[in-house]
């Protein structure tokens, strides 16, 4: 006999979720389709014993009733086929015994109707009266979590909040109670519906032979070998049934033998998991019904993809509630409720706020929203990178820099990255302190759309002066410049910040660790897609979408650049200005340092700027660019042609790869 393959399962029980009660659901509406069918059909064998003197008609309506049982329909399937085949070979011999039926009153009372009877009394009554039960049960888990919801958080009252928790674990229970008895009666009820079909027919046909002696040859031949498959079918069943019900018993004692922490809310044992990207549960959500007025309902919330997806109960699936991507979440303080957060759109507006049940539960719906703003859910292996983004973001916010305890035997940064070649000097052995590259307290600029007053300092840093109508005087010769080299490369601008000096990789990469860590603490993590386009006098950054310049440098401005070590998409550069402030008329030297994050690897970025400072240098001698268009390969237009460099030999460029960016 083929298992039942649909049941509740008891372990979900406690958890109490949509689905679980979208399933029960079908169970109930199952049994009420059981119920509604067995007392048709016991009106039918009660009409077959009653009716003595009509038994030719009484057994033709049997035998139609028989065949109803394929046309029910039931919500779980149309049963099992076993059971449907018997039936309809049952239909066919109680048409061919219609003539042979005469009086059997005893016989039919002890086996045809008297099981039929008990089924509908023991069993289906039960199912009803656990029905109410668990009803009971889960009004009273609800006041009281409703009760509980409301504990204020600035008054706590210690005792109050002891008694409610102390309610909440009793009716709590009490459900998961009155739940596991309701789910181990319905499971049961899929064994107990077949053979409670069965066994009827069972003992009709039975009682029939035994009775009749006038062609009992005739009706032997063909029913003994059937009535004995029906008979081991019926006792697989009720075998299959035993087992079925010992082990929900034991699966119902080991459930319940858990602690008394698993009922109690704000109890949680185990640490938070910082690195979800999925996450489902109940929340509490704040919702206006007036001008001033609001009210909180319980609802289950759960994440899918970049959606945060809402389903009540009794809903067969769930509906979307806010698009997730590029959100924001924040802890807030809300009509004095704990573990109140607030999840905002990236446009700002809509919002809405959430209240959790613990700490725990709290803390890890609010790491999730902001795993799932980053869009790691898109990335090949979304949970490696949750783990390593939170390991970034626990480092950033570390007042000791990777580089001041970086391993022995490891590379030096500027021989390892293209950029490592100086603008000014040689380095020094040992590794500046933070404070010496960047000072404490630098404002950290997050947007690229600059004040007019950082845009005129850029022009004068650069000996160019603006007219009215966006034209300069070195027009001409930086297009002409410009032709020898141009590559363009979609970038994220991430910040910058001013530093004290220019001259150093490692200032590059402390502006690099102050940017996300600032990023992480203040949640900042929306960028702007932007593309940079590197030529052979300047470095652009261009709006994708209306082609318009956003700042631009010239080559000679950028003193230092270099990509991450361990995050290869991370690079930044130092651009030298001039300030003016002290009324010199040289000026004092200034540096910023500009950190992008790129869809390609840094280092490609790094090598196509150091090409691009190459052939600055070159230009001065004809002789040298000239031995520079020779060595490197050229478009059919003449522009350099960049190849990917081999990893270990950056400085030949061996590699058969263009890098030309998409964009």
């Not at 009252?157 to 309701?182: F, G, I, W």
Request: charged share 25%; proline share 4%; glycine share 6%.
């Amino acid at each position: 006999m083929p298992a039942v393959h649909h049941k509740l399962l008891l372990e979900e029980a406690l958890q109490d979720s949509p689905q679980t009660r979208s399933l029960l659901s079908v169970f109930e509406e199952d049994a009420g389709m059981l119920t509604t069918y067995t007392n048709q059909l016991l009106q039918s064998l009660q009409r077959v014993f009653g009716a003595q003197s009509e038994m030719g008609l009484a057994t033709e309506q049997l035998s139609q009733q028989l065949l109803e049982y394929e046309k029910k329909n039931f919500a779980l399937g149309k049963g099992d086929e076993e059971v449907i085949t018997t039936l309809q070979s049952f239909a066919k011999t109680v048409g061919e015994l219609n003539s042979l039926h005469s009086e059997l009153a005893n016989q039919m009372a002890d086996s045809m109707v008297f099981p039929l009877i008990q089924f509908r009394e023991k069993d289906l009554t039960e199912i009803s009266t656990l029905k109410e039960i668990f009803g009971i049960a889960t009004d009273e888990h609800e006041a009281a979590m409703v009760k509980y919801s409301r504990l204020p958080k600035k008054r706590e009252n210690e005792k109050l909040k002891s008694d409610m928790v102390k309610e909440v674990a009793y009716t709590r229970r009490k459900q998961h109670q009155a739940s596991l008895q309701y789910y181990c009666a319905l499971n049961a009820l899929q064994y107990r519906k077949r053979v409670a079909m069965l066994e009827p027919m069972l003992g009709y046909t039975q009682a029939q032979i035994s009775f009749f002696k006038k062609g009992i040859e005739l009706v032997s031949k063909k029913m003994d070998c059937f009535l004995a498959s029906v008979s081991t079918m019926t006792q697989n069943i009720q075998a299959q049934l035993d087992a079925e019900a010992e082990t929900m018993r034991m699966a119902q004692r080991e459930l319940l033998s858990v602690e008394d922490t698993v009922y109690m809310p704000d109890k949680d044992t185990e640490p938070v998991n910082r690195t979800l990207i999925q996450k489902a549960g109940y929340l509490n959500i704040r919702n206006k019904t007036g001008l001033v007025t609001t009210a909180w309902d319980r609802l289950y919330f759960f994440t899918q993809g970049g959606n945060l997806m809402c389903q009540p109960r009794g809903a067969v699936a769930g509906g979307m509630v806010l698009d997730l991507d590029n959100s924001s979440v924040m802890a807030v303080e809300c009509e004095d409720r704990r573990y109140c957060f607030q999840i905002t759109s990236p446009s700002g507006k809509t919002s809405m706020i959430l209240q959790a049940e613990s700490k725990r539960e709290y803390e890890e719906w609010i790491c999730t929203v902001n795993n799932i703003s980053r869009q790691i859910y898109l990335t090949d292996n979304p949970e490696a990178v949750a783990i390593r983004l939170n390991q970034t973001a626990i480092q950033a916010v570390t007042p000791i820099t990777s580089f001041e305890k970086r391993p022995e035997g490891s590379p030096n940064p500027d021989r390892a990255k293209p950029g490592g070649v100086l603008a000014g000097g040689s380095q020094t052995g040992a590794a500046p302190e933070p404070e010496d590259l960047i000072a404490p307290g630098t404002p950290i600029q997050f947007d690229i759309m600059l004040p007019a007053s950082e845009f005129l300092d850029q022009n004068r840093a650069g000996g160019r002066r603006t007219n009215p109508f966006g034209e300069t005087d070195d027009d001409c010769s930086a297009e002409s410049d410009d032709s020898l080299l141009q590559q363009v490369f979609a970038v994220r601008f991430l910040g910058s910040m001013a530093v004290r000096c220019g001259n150093n990789q490692e200032v590059i990469y402390e502006a690099m660790r102050q940017v996300l860590a600032a990023r992480a603490i203040h949640n900042i993590f929306r960028t702007t897609e932007s593309h940079l386009m590197v030529t052979s006098s300047s470095l652009r950054l261009i709006d994708p979408q209306t082609q318009v310049t956003r700042i631009s440098f010239q080559l000679r401005e950028v003193c230092q650049f270099a990509a991450h070590q361990e995050n290869g998409r991370l690079m930044g550069f130092v651009v030298e200005g001039r300030d003016w402030s002290d009324g010199d008329e040289e000026g004092e030297p200034s540096f910023s340092a500009f950190v992008f994050e790129s869809n390609t690897e840094g280092e490609k970025i790094c090598y196509t700027i150091s090409l691009a400072k190459d052939i600055t240098e070159a230009k001065k001698d004809p002789e040298a660019l000239a031995q520079l268009m020779k060595n490197m390969p050229l478009t059919n237009d003449g522009k350099f042609l960049l190849l990917e460099p081999e990893e270990g030999d950056t400085t030949n460029g061996a590699g058969q790869e263009d890098l030309e960016s998409e964009a």
